[in-house]
């Protein structure tokens, strides 16, 4: 069974210039042991869709889904009571700016213990034995000094260390990471997602990695599900995403990638910007930008199928060859 | 032939209030001998991590700051010999686009206006000829005449940095320092502003400064790399020789820590332990021993001359070691 | 691929007035604030057509006479006072020496108040800690009082009393220029001027000024109403405006005796002046709403 299933899920803002849908349709179901990922561009509505499902969001968003069940149990319906219950507990979240995500005006410790009074009721000596065992785990030296430390005290690095120490600290089911590592350095990224990785590992926990680079998925995730505007728009497991993108969308983008293009005298490019709220197109949400595109695509949405062991949203898919069918 | 920009053991170095009251001021070496020279048409990349000295050398190159010691030449001319008489003719060769797209245009000017200021500055040029210039270099980075009377925030990320290279481009400089001007862009996009920008590189044979910490960017777009790590300059040379075999291990580290999607291009990942040192108090003899792997007694008491070996120049006493490795 | 900036020009400045109206509209008692002030204004400028009477005539026959509505002889909605000068047509032309008051005292501290402040943020150092001591000085005497002892030395009358309250409030402004002035200097596109080759005049009031305006917008606008307040508490103790001229505190002030007598000769002018300092700072609220981008919602 899985530990998160969302089947259909759209988010709705209302602003200004009317409702504008920031997450069309998503359909996700996340494994225990899982490290899924969810990559797409900026307003691709990847961190949307996870604070949709924490109940994060601002009131002005309007949440629908056809399921939404965390371990059998329907978040949508769940009192916020409840639901508080769930989140910070069985799920988590750390996100981009470790720096403004600790509150500088408590020390770490404090900050730590107050996730452990809430959720595990544990008394004072109890919390300050647990939150040193936790930064320990996260990998920060000295973890006695450390705890009466003011996150202005700390690097970036340190503080998402801190950060995912606090997120672990109830050993959750489900651990979200909201592009954990774009506000940091290579070489402290790599560090912070080999952590993520091995407490993953050692804890049982799923993971959800959002992000952009998609090196840092290639190198970590075991799926991925490709957004677009919204919209799913591919899942696959992470090799064959990597070596056979079907949607050509995800092919676009890993062409687009410096790193593929080695030989090349230009980058391949895909033309155009994603559709902002304005001026989304009726038919297939890629199909102003698309080299397939054909007539078909412009008149209608494509659905969401799983063709062989890939869930697509496109009706002409690329094959290996790079081809259109 | 006279390089188009040149640096001669350039430094740079801050007085910084020391913490509590009576505290000493400290120096801050935020560049600590950089030498460089580059040539028309060829692009130099400065890559390292945060407090490495790498914004700070734009701002020498830009002759915003002065350097504290060494001399940099603008086509051959020091720009602050004379008391600096010759800044403002030297300042219109030399133009810089910045990291963010949305803190470097003008919130209340209108595109236009951006674009014009520094020929209104520098140059005496009818307003209808000024217009012309304009809408042309809205053409050459691949935006329309009618954006003239826009304002900046009609436009998306990756629009405002072409037009930041736009008016970087209005004073036909030769030399365009570029501080990290896609790490804050989409992958495609990231795509289009980089070939905007080799484009314009060939068009106008410009010398290219690309400042950087992703390593796959710039292994597509440099000739020369110079590699720096808290002020101090640890390899410079080619970059294909460079990226083939790197020979400071922080280098190495670097290489290894950006995740690739390909897996040929992954490199054994070079674990960096610890943080890095605050380039307040650097670690003495050679500021990397603290996190590297080939550490022994004489790095921390002797800092590494930077020295040719292997057709480059590195600056660790252990290079042979790290080649083999 | 230019979705986003594709929309007409002309219907730009449209689009962002529609913005600032969405948000500035989103507070009912901000657009209730904004009528009424609109209402002021326009009996400033037409005082001559709905006042009905000339605010200086003295009406002997209807001394002290309480408002009356309909009446053949001393018909008086608003009453008269002492020297039985109609009240109503006093406030009205009141209206015009309060505006005007508010509004120079305003200006004044505007645009003294950017000067130095600019030059706080743009030289620091020494320059920056003599402008700010003085200002610290200001601040810390009571505003009223120091407005009393400024008039005091330059002698009571409402040009003084105007020229005090700017000095009084000048802190609030030089203050908030150089805040925000330090804030937007360390913007990209300011170092993206200087290596363009601007100067210090260029960078300080073309390239930086335009964007420090809004925080100024709102406090000038609050600086308003209480400079209207200021006035008349100026005019009520015999500072401001000098009898007969029609000033609401001075209205409040020289019937002062009559509190008890006719309570009427001073209750509408301090009506007048509550209301008008109500609407401009409910108008204030909405505009600060609207206008700052920290509490601009997505």
């Known amino acids: 069974m899985s530990l998160l299933e969302i089947r259909n899920l759209s988010v709705e803002f209302e602003t200004v210039k009317g409702t504008f849908r920031a997450v069309d349709g998503v359909d996700l179901s996340i494994g225990e042991n899982d490290i899924l990922s969810i990559v797409g561009e900026s307003g691709s509505g990847k961190s949307v869709s996870m604070l949709a499902v924490m109940g994060l969001l601002p009131w002005t968003a309007n949440v629908t889904a056809d399921k939404m069940e965390f371990e059998g149990r329907n978040l949508l319906t769940l009192s916020s009571k409840e639901r508080r219950k769930i989140i910070g507990q069985d799920i988590s979240m750390i996100f981009q700016e470790p720096m403004s995500s600790l509150n500088p005006c408590f020390t770490v410790g404090f900050q730590i213990g107050e996730t452990l009074k809430e959720h595990l009721g544990l008394d004072r000596n109890a919390r300050k034995k647990r939150a040193i065992e936790l930064l320990d785990l996260v990998g920060i030296p000295a973890p006695e000094e450390r705890l009466k430390a003011f996150p202005h005290q700390l690097s970036g690095g340190m503080s998402q260390r801190v950060m995912i120490a606090m997120a672990i600290a109830c050993n959750p089911k489900l651990l979200v990471a909201d592009e954990p590592t774009t506000a940091l350095d290579v070489t402290i990224q790599a560090q912070i997602i080999d952590l993520l990785v091995n407490l993953q590992n050692e804890k049982g926990m799923a993971l959800v990695l959002i992000t952009h680079d998609m090196g840092v998925v290639a190198e970590t995730a075991k799926r991925v599900v490709v957004m677009y505007a919204g919209q799913q728009v591919e899942q696959q497991e992470a090799n064959g995403l990597f070596a056979t993108p079907h949607h050509p969308y995800t092919h676009a983008l890993l062409d687009a990638l410096p790193e593929r293009s080695l030989g090349l005298d230009r980058l391949p490019t895909i033309e155009g910007i994603v559709p902002g709220a304005g001026d989304r197109p009726d038919g297939c949400l890629f199909s102003p930008r698309c080299k397939y595109v054909q007539d078909d695509c412009r008149a209608s949405v494509p659905p969401l199928e799983n063709i062989s062991d890939t869930t697509l949203r496109c009706f002409h898919p690329v094959d290996l060859e790079g081809q259109a069918t | 032939m006279t390089a188009a920009i040149e640096g001669h053991e350039l430094k740079r170095y801050y007085q910084v209030k020391g913490e509590g009251f009576f505290a000493k001021p400290t120096i801050l070496k935020a560049v600590d001998g950089a030498s460089f020279s580059l040539e028309s048409g060829k692009t130099l990349a400065i890559v390292g991590e945060s407090g490495c000295g790498k914004s700070t050398l734009a701002r020498l190159a830009t002759m915003i700051e002065k350097p504290t010691e060494g001399n940099i030449f603008i086509s051959g001319a020091d720009p602050h010999a004379h008391g600096g008489a010759e800044i403002p003719r030297l300042r219109q060769d030399v133009q810089i686009i910045f990291q963010n797209p949305y803190g470097s245009l003008n919130p209340r000017k209108k595109v236009g206006v951006i674009l014009e200021e520094p020929v209104i500055i520098n140059q005496n040029v009818s307003a209808a000829d000024r217009r012309r210039l304009a809408e042309t270099m809205l053409d050459k980075v691949g935006l329309r005449p009618e954006h003239y009377d826009r304002y900046p925030h009609m436009f998306s990320g990756g629009q405002r940095q072409r037009i930041a290279i736009a008016r970087a481009l209005m004073l036909k400089p030769k030399v365009l320092i570029a501080d990290e001007p896609v790490s804050a862009l989409d992958i495609s996009i990231q795509a289009q502003v980089l070939n905007i920008l080799m484009d314009l590189q060939e068009e106008m044979n410009l010398a290219l400064v690309f400042i950087s910490h992703d390593l796959s960017v710039v292994r597509r777009i440099a000739d020369q790399i110079m590699v720096m790590y808290l002020g101090k300059v640890v390899e410079q040379g080619e970059a294909s020789t460079i990226f083939a075999n790197p020979a400071h291990p922080y280098t190495q580290a670097l290489l290894g820590a950006t995740p690739a999607v390909d897996p040929k291009l992954r490199r054994e990942r070079v674990k960096l332990t610890g943080e890095l040192p605050s380039p307040l108090n650097p670690p003495p003899g050679c500021p990397f021993h603290t996190r590297c792997r080939f550490v022994q007694d004489i790095c921390s008491s002797t800092a590494p001359p930077l020295e040719t070996k292997f057709e480059r120049l590195v600056a660790c006493h252990f290079a042979e070691a790290a080649v083999e490795s | ?298």
């Open chain 3, 1 to 298: 691929m230019d979705s986003v900036a594709d929309t007409p020009r002309k219907s730009m400045l449209r689009q962002n007035l529609a913005e600032f109206w969405y948000y500035f509209s989103e507070s009912k008692s901000a657009v209730v604030g904004l009528a009424f002030l609109a209402g002021i204004i326009l009996m400033a400028i037409f005082a001559d057509f709905i006042a009905p009477h000339d605010p200086t005539i003295q009406y002997r026959e209807c001394l002290e006479h309480a408002p009356a509505w309909g009446e053949e002889k001393c018909n008086f909605i608003f009453g008269t006072d002492y020297a039985g000068r109609d009240m109503l047509s006093r406030i009205i032309y009141g209206t015009r020496l309060s505006l005007v008051a508010g509004g120079i005292v305003v200006l004044l501290c505007l645009s003294v108040g950017i000067v130095f402040g600019l030059l706080a943020g743009f030289f620091r150092g020494w320059v920056d800690t003599t402008i700010m001591r003085i200002m610290d000085t200001i601040m810390s005497v009571p505003g009223l009082l120091m407005a009393l002892v400024l008039v005091a030395i330059l002698g009571p009358g409402l040009l003084n009393a105007m020229i005090a309250i700017s000095i009084t409030y000048l802190p609030h402004f030089v203050r908030l220029t150089r805040s925000s002035y330090i804030t937007e200097s360390s913007k990209e596109y300011v170092i993206a001027s200087k290596v363009a080759g601007a100067g210090r005049f260029r960078i300080m009031f073309i390239t930086i000024l335009p964007n420090c305006m809004a925080p100024l917008i709102v406090q000038g606008t609050l600086s308003f109403s209480t400079a209207i307040l200021d006035t008349a508490a100026l005019g009520f103790l015999g500072m401001g405006a000098q009898p007969p001229a029609p000033e609401w505190g001075t209205l409040i002030a020289e019937n002062r005796d009559l509190m008890l007598s006719a309570p009427w000769t001073v209750t509408f002018p301090g009506l007048a002046i509550l209301l008008a300092v109500l609407a401009i700072n409910l108008m204030g609220d909405g505009l600060r709403d609207a206008l700052d981008p920290k509490m601009k919602r997505s």
